[in-house]
């Protein structure tokens, strides 16, 4: 069926360093891949995208990679800050029932 | 412009009680998604609204149905509600289907079935 894995749950990383968040999907006709930041308390929000005509994207501190071949995507913070701390979801847009299917999540703490 | 908001924000129901839960999307979206978050399953897609039709479904129960009005608002029904029903539900606008990189969320419906 549609799936999206997500790895770690957890991930604890010192201010500065970099933080990687790592997504498998099992769908091969997905198109479409975000990533969305949801505070403690607050609504999910979109932080980057990538289509799958695109092998990597960046915005500033965050990057995301595609590789298509192997179903998997990965986020990548680099210089990470406190105001990091939250829970991290990847999803794919199902490419023959267009459906979001969304990961498990990742908390992720940047201890200062 | 205003967010998409959802009513209530709070709710709490016993088992086998139905409850309905509203939203509002973005002025000019047209489309509305509906997401069951729990602590274990994370963001479950639930349904997709667009120009009143249900576009897509997610593996849920019958228990779980939805309609969109005239003026894009959305509602979501539960009927005869179950322990594990409890959980947070999120509606999400766009502008239109598939504009997911257009998409918002709602603040969510808290639900707590005892």
């Known amino acids: 069926g549609e799936n999206v894995e997500q790895h770690p749950s957890t991930l604890s990383v010192q201010e500065g360093d970099s933080a990687v968040i790592k997504c498998t999907y099992s769908?091969?006709?997905?198109?479409?891949f975000p990533w969305y930041k949801q505070e403690l308390g607050k609504r999910p929000q979109l932080i980057i995208d990538?289509?799958?005509?695109?092998g990597e994207k960046k915005d500033q501190r965050i990057a995301v990679t595609l590789n298509k071949t192997a179903k998997h995507f990965s986020l990548h913070i680099t210089e990470t800050q406190p105001e990091d701390s939250a829970v991290y979801f990847c999803?794919?847009?199902?490419?023959?029932?267009?459906?979001?299917?969304f990961g498990s999540g990742t908390r992720l703490l940047v201890r200062p | 412009k205003a967010g998409v908001t959802q009513t209530p924000r709070y709710l709490i129901k016993t088992r086998g009680q139905q409850v309905t839960l509203s939203c509002s999307p973005i002025?000019?979206?047209?489309?509305v998604s509906w997401y069951q978050q729990t602590p274990g399953q994370g963001l479950q897609f639930l349904f997709e609204?667009?120009?009143?039709?249900?576009?897509n479904k997610g593996n849920f129960p019958g228990r779980f149905s939805g309609r969109q009005f005239s003026n894009s608002r959305s509602e979501m029904n539960v009927s005869t509600l179950e322990l594990g029903d409890s959980a947070l539900y999120l509606c999400?606008?766009?502008?239109?289907?598939?504009?997911?990189?257009?998409?918002?969320f709602g603040p969510g419906t808290r639900l707590t079935v005892l």
């Open positions: 999400a606008s766009s502008p239109g289907p598939e504009s997911y990189n257009e998409q918002f």
């Open positions: 769908d091969s006709a997905s198109n479409y």
């Open positions: 990538i289509r799958s005509n695109v």
């Open positions: 999803a794919a847009l199902t490419g023959s029932s267009y459906k979001l299917i």
């Open positions: 002025s000019g979206h047209r489309s």
């Open positions: 609204y667009f120009s009143e039709t249900q576009r």
